[in-house]
């Protein structure tokens, strides 16, 4: 019962703006997906991609699993990636389609 009589957490505009701050940021892979995303995906946070079937939303997901992955020296983050499927349709095909494969290439080169 003692639970239930904790005060909620307050925090004021200052911290939880400075807390964003140390987010780090995953880039999409795409200038203009990054410049909309204020420099990609922010870590620790949740993203909703929304578009019409066939529009890319998957691919992304899966680039920004692989890309997460990557040294941070490549534009990783060292990092690790789960990737929750809840219609039973992951493709190993679309990761190792050819528009994922040019871009770690691109990623690697430079």
Request: glycine residues 10%.
């Amino acid at each position: 019962m003692k639970n239930f009589m904790i005060p909620p957490l307050t925090l004021l505009a200052l911290d939880h703006w400075q807390a964003e701050l140390e987010y780090q940021k995953l880039s999409s892979s795409s200038k203009l997906l990054d410049k909309i995303l204020d420099g990609g995906f922010q870590c620790g946070t949740i993203t909703e991609l929304c578009g019409a079937q066939g529009s890319g939303k998957t691919q992304i997901c899966f680039q920004a699993c692989l890309h997460v992955q990557l040294s941070r020296d490549l534009g990783g983050l060292n990092g690790r990636a789960l990737y929750i499927d809840t219609k039973n349709a992951f493709s190993l095909q679309r990761i190792h389609g050819k528009s994922l494969i040019d871009q770690n290439k691109i990623i690697v080169q430079s």
